[in-house]
């Protein structure tokens, strides 16, 4: 069982800035990690991936705006988010891939209102 769990969530204003953490048991090394968003009425979306070696992909709706990135020493990762809009308005959800299965954090809470 690997354990996973966001942070960083809030209400920011419209061009505004967050940064969301996701830490996991184990050794997210060997993970490919992904963020997700969930908004009220909407199916869940991935936001941005992270692969074991680096390599990212992000929905068409945040590129430009997002960065993930990894930590793999403090086994995190981190969603950078820029230039936000009323639209990215969602839930933020982790999800570790990793070999043995796949695992979700309980969600974060982003708002963008002005």
């Known amino acids: 069982q690997v354990q996973v769990a966001e942070s960083g969530g809030g209400l920011v204003q419209p061009g505004g800035s967050l940064r969301l953490s996701c830490t996991a048991s184990?050794?997210?090394?060997?993970?490919?990690m992904t963020w997700y968003r969930q908004a009220p009425g909407n199916q869940r979306e991935l936001v941005a991936t992270?692969?074991?070696?680096?390599?990212?992909n992000y929905a068409d709706s945040v590129t430009g705006r997002f960065t993930i990135s990894r930590d793999n020493a403090k086994n995190a990762v981190h969603l950078q988010m820029n230039s936000l809009k009323p639209e990215d308005t969602a839930v933020y959800y982790c999800?570790?891939?990793?070999?043995?299965?796949?695992?979700w954090g309980q969600g974060t809470q982003v708002t963008v209102s002005s």
């Open positions: 184990g050794t997210i090394f060997f993970y490919t």
């Open positions: 992270i692969s074991t070696g680096g390599s990212t």
């Open positions: 999800n570790a891939r990793t070999t043995i299965g796949t695992y």
